[in-house]
């Protein structure tokens, strides 16, 4: 069962290594540095900012970029050590702010140990697929070394690393790659770690396929939703919101049983500002993430609408992993008018919790405009989004409302009461039925 405190999670990403400038680094940082630590002096961001949670890449000990693991039970040097972790932690529970690990479990880096020992050691060659020298490796990189999940010790090694990091004080994990893990894998696995610490929030990150079933099989709390991602940003450039609509139709389906993790930026995926072609779409972006159903993630930097392009290449994650200074941030107009937006928008979800299990339903679609209704229960708001170059007028009596509050928009006066609206060319309006 999701632990009950997920429903009012907002999560802001960092990616650690990169945040600190830890990784790529042209030499290597002092342990001595504690560069973990330089996260605290962000929390205070993270709750102006109005998540409820810190949601980590991968910070345990590695060759490179932190998938590549040599040691789960040990914070990376280049960060620091396991006492800048127990302050991390509790300088976040301090600030009631949760933490989500990154955890690689589909693969090793060459360095982990029983990967040095396969050659000479069966025992330890049993860790592996394929035989040393010849070992699976993930999606080709040489350097990422493919579990044996079928090995009962690799399933106990994993249930001991992720109970080991919720003793500590973790709140949950986000299981990287967990769509090249075995779904009887997780399911041999999770389980353990969920009796031990049934409060923690197991979600995997899942691409494409028939999410519901696999978080069933997998028995995963929640899956990241690529899906509604891409349509998101694809419908937008593409002015295509029938793309969209049939996205969420889906969502609606995975909602049914799980809460999926949502976002329209990360770690690994070109900024949402440099994705898409016009700037003034990138409103229309963050309203749909945070009033629609899920559990919402903003990826750091983001919110300050920061630029970068992910690139099928070495080193091409660099651009979307930046170094982070000391806040504040200096931001200029476009940045100071995204932070402000970022702000109300989680504002107005962590107002209306009951978005985290909302269904939406259209009203009005066409490839440039699209109305949903966004429900749950008895608690229901409408969205009007226009991308087109012409106002869309809107009778509210056509949308199975007589009358309603604008609450939100793009040009509107907040708090009225009307009959019709008419949403500028690119623009936007939330409302509240009455």
Known sequence: MTPSWVQHAIWWQVYPLGFVGAFPATEPPDPGEHRLRRLVNWFEHAIALGASGIALGPIFASRT??????????????????????????????????????????????????????????SAARWFRGRPGRFHTFE??????????????????????????????????????????????????????????????????????????????????????????????SSLNDANFFELDWALQRHNTFLASFAPLTFIGNHDVTRIASRLEKPSHLAHALVILLTVG????????????????????????DAVRPEFGSPPAQLDAFGTEMWALHQFLIGLRRRHAWLHSATTTALRLTNPHYVYETRSGDNALLVALNIGDEPLQLALSELGAAQAQVIAGSAAPPRHVVEKVVVEANGWRILSPV
């Open 65 to 122: 970029h932190g998938y590549d693991t040599t040691d789960h039970y040990r914070v990376d040097s280049r960060l620091g050590d396991e006492a800048d972790f127990d302050y991390l932690v509790a300088e976040a529970h301090r600030r009631g702010l949760r933490v989500l690990l990154d955890g690689v479990f589909d693969h090793v880096g060459v360095d982990f140990p029983r990967h040095r020992e396969a050659p000479h050691n069966d």
């Open 140 to 233: 080709g990189h040489s350097e990422l070394i493919t579990l044996n999940h079928d090995n009962p010790e690799v399933v106990d090694y994993t249930v001991d690393v992720m109970a080991h990091w919720l003793r500590r004080g973790a709140d949950g994990w986000r299981l990287d790659a967990a769509y090249t893990v075995p779904q009887k894998f997780w399911a041999a696995t999770l389980p353990k770690v969920r009796e031990l610490y049934p409060d923690a929030w197991l979600v995997g990150e899942l691409i494409h396929g028939d999410y519901a079933a696999m978080v069933d099989a997998a028995r995963f709390d929640s899956a990241t939703q690529y899906e509604l991602w891409k349509a998101i940003w």
């Open 294 to 317: 899920g559990v919402p993630s903003v990826y750091a930097g983001d919110e300050f609408g920061f630029r970068g392009v992910k690139e099928e290449r070495y080193g091409g994650d």
